[in-house]
């Protein structure tokens, strides 16, 4: 269930600088009641639209840039940030969309799975804006966040060159892919808004949105989301269980 990724990451259990880092097994422990959860459940509740095809061709959806201001010093990393989301090489924006009931839940699975980036809460479900943006990174994260997380399935929508492509990940693969117009019938409106430039996090966070930064987490911190968000916690569930 964890990824070769994280059994690196964890190769030992204390750091340099004395902070302590969880075994596999305790890991594993984590997470065994929240997957018998979602493998109960599975309904698939993470598709985008089931009334909707999903296979449909891909489309080019263009998107504005966002108008960007800074001091001269700044401007040699902008332009050569510009230019690899211009050539497609690294991608503008990628997230990963669930139908998680919590960002916060969310922020936790990506700190036990290494991914970085920040959670949002929206009431079709949370969703993830990831800070690996290079090359394949997106999609790596993609593989590791469900494969650490057995049974959870998570939509990756990336903007490469402005050209949105979404995919279903499961259990550590790439399933079907979806059409912006088909992704969009089913989130929240700012997903699609920060997906074609049109908003950023710091709008997403004055609209109201909450967000959890995985950076805040440590591996305890993150453990102990998760068992409040199991049904032997005393917090919520996934998207679509919450309100048994």
Known sequence: MVSEKDDGRRGSSQDPEG??????????????????????????ASRPDDGASANTAEQDHQASDPQTSGDASDEGIDFDDE??????????????????????????????AGIEADCIDTPEGAFAVLRALDGDEP????????????????????????????????????????????????????????????????????DGYS???????????????IARHTRSGSGGHAAGTANE
């Open 19 to 44: 902070e302590r880092h969880l075994t596999d097994e305790e890991i594993e422990a984590a997470l065994a009641g929240f997957e018998e959860e979602l493998n109960a459940d599975d309904d698939g």
């Open 139 to 206: 999609e790596t994260c993609a593989r590791d966040l469900t494969s650490v997380v057995s049974g959870l399935s998570a939509v990756l929508a990336v903007n490469r060159a402005d050209k949105l492509e979404a995919t279903l990940w499961l259990n550590g693969h790439a399933g079907e892919s979806f059409s912006p117009p088909v992704l969009f019938a089913s989130t929240s409106s700012c997903v699609e808004d920060l997906l074609i430039g049109a908003s950023n996090l710091s709008m997403v966070q004055v």
């Open 83 to 112: 230019l690899e989301g211009l050539i497609g090489n690294k991608a503008k924006i990628a997230t990963l969309i669930t139908r998680l009931s919590s960002g916060e839940l969310l922020a936790a699975f990506c700190r036990l």
């Open 211 to 225: 967000v959890s930064d995985t950076d805040e987490l440590s591996d305890e911190s993150a453990m102990a989301i």
